[in-house]
């Protein structure tokens, strides 16, 4: 399993969690933790992007479609289990790990 595929599939579950949790009660209650928190899903959605876009482009069509296909199962795992007080801090650490695994992916693969 790549490093490229786990930051994908941690990217597309904090970037979801950050889309499922609009209820103020599922926010952080910290103005600066929600800005940072935006900021982080962002951050990961377009991470996520750029890594199925760039197997794609390398020709590596499976692992891109691999990626594809084990975010939209995550994402739906999560959705399946309902929103949970933990999602914000969960969504931060998937979207801080993912990240740092996309860096690592995009300078060592």
């Known amino acids: 399993m790549s490093a490229a595929f786990v930051a994908a599939l941690l990217c597309s579950v904090a970037?979801?969690?950050h889309t499922r949790s609009s209820d103020p009660a599922?926010?952080?209650a910290n103005a600066v933790a929600d800005l940072v928190w935006k900021g982080l899903a962002f951050a990961a959605l377009i991470a996520w992007g750029v890594l199925i876009v760039r197997d794609y482009?390398?020709?590596?069509?499976?692992?891109?479609?691999a990626a594809l296909l084990g975010s939209i199962?995550?994402?739906?795992?999560?959705?399946?289990?309902?929103?949970?007080?933990?999602?914000p801090g969960l969504s931060m650490l998937f979207a801080v790990v993912g990240l740092g695994l996309a860096a690592w992916s995009f300078i060592n693969e």
């Not at 482009?57 to 479609?65: C, I, L, N």
């Not at 199962?73 to 933990?86: C, E, K, V």
């Open 15 to 17: 970037a979801f969690i």
């Open 73 to 87: 199962a995550a994402n739906w795992y999560f959705n399946h289990r309902g929103p949970r007080p933990a999602w």
């Open 57 to 65: 482009a390398r020709g590596e069509w499976a692992d891109g479609t």
């Open 26 to 28: 599922m926010r952080p």
